[in-house]
């Protein structure tokens, strides 16, 4: 597979504190790789990093032809504006110059009924708003989605409704980059998992990095707390 993006010895402070330090590592088309790590790690430190955010040393390089699409953890934007929902897709659309129907296509790629189009933001559900955030994200037609802990606060069912989506557009050529904190997620739907921790990292396919003893020195938790889940999703 063609590799998509190349880091080499990345390294990004946060004032006088190091968060990432020396981090390398490869990304190929197609694939979808998972972030893992306990909080302060740098997981969103790495994606904003990534996305040419914030200042770092080492090198970031991204392959000709990268069109990269990012979905935040948390939006930006007062939910509570009187703002219709088609008002802020077509704004973007707008700035693009994108050609008429893209907004309708998103919106069909990730589900989102013509008449939530056409309601204010502020009653949207979570998972309503997150697929809005997804469709905001694929104007332009990226071919890599980075998502930073997709489903925080929603519940189960939408969890799964969310990564079923991202894997759909993974299936069909996107190259995904996802934080999350949903190990039954990474073992089911992530190629490649990249954990990161103070102390060090690892990369590789989810059954073979993710052993009880390196979710025991990841997250500082014992193994057998591990031991059921990692059976049960490795195939």
């Known amino acids: 597979m063609d590799t998509i993006l190349s880091v080499t010895n990345l390294t990004v402070s946060l004032g006088r504190r190091s968060v990432i330090r020396n981090l390398s590592f490869e990304l190929h088309a197609g694939e979808a790789l998972a972030i893992l790590g306990p909080n ?6 790495l994606l904003r990093a990534l996305l040419g955010l914030l200042p770092h040393g080492g090198e970031i390089k991204w392959a000709e032809g990268a069109r990269i699409g990012y979905v935040p953890q948390k939006a930006a934007a007062d939910r509570q504006l009187p703002v219709h929902l088609s008002d802020l897709l077509e704004a973007k659309a707008h700035f693009l110059k994108l050609p008429s129907g893209e907004v309708g296509r998103v919106a069909a790629v990730v589900g989102l009924a013509p008449e939530l189009l056409d309601s204010n933001v502020s009653i949207l559900s979570g998972g309503q708003f997150q697929k809005a955030l997804i469709a905001f994200a694929l104007l332009g037609r990226p071919n890599v989605l980075l998502v930073d802990e997709p489903t925080a606060s929603l519940d189960e069912l939408t969890e799964e409704r969310i990564y079923e989506l991202l894997h759909l557009l993974q299936e069909e ?14 073992y089911r739907y992530a190629t490649t998992v990249l954990c990161l921790n103070k102390t060090g990292v690892c990369i590789g396919p989810p059954k073979e990095v993710l052993t009880p003893e390196a979710l025991e020195a990841l997250y500082a938790a014992p193994p057998k707390y591990f031991q059921h889940l990692h059976n049960h999703h490795v195939v």
Do not use: E, F, Y
């Open 40 to 45: 302060g790690a740098g997981k969103t430190v």
């Open 173 to 186: 050529g996107m190259t995904v980059v996802l934080v999350s904190h949903d190990l039954t997620v990474v």
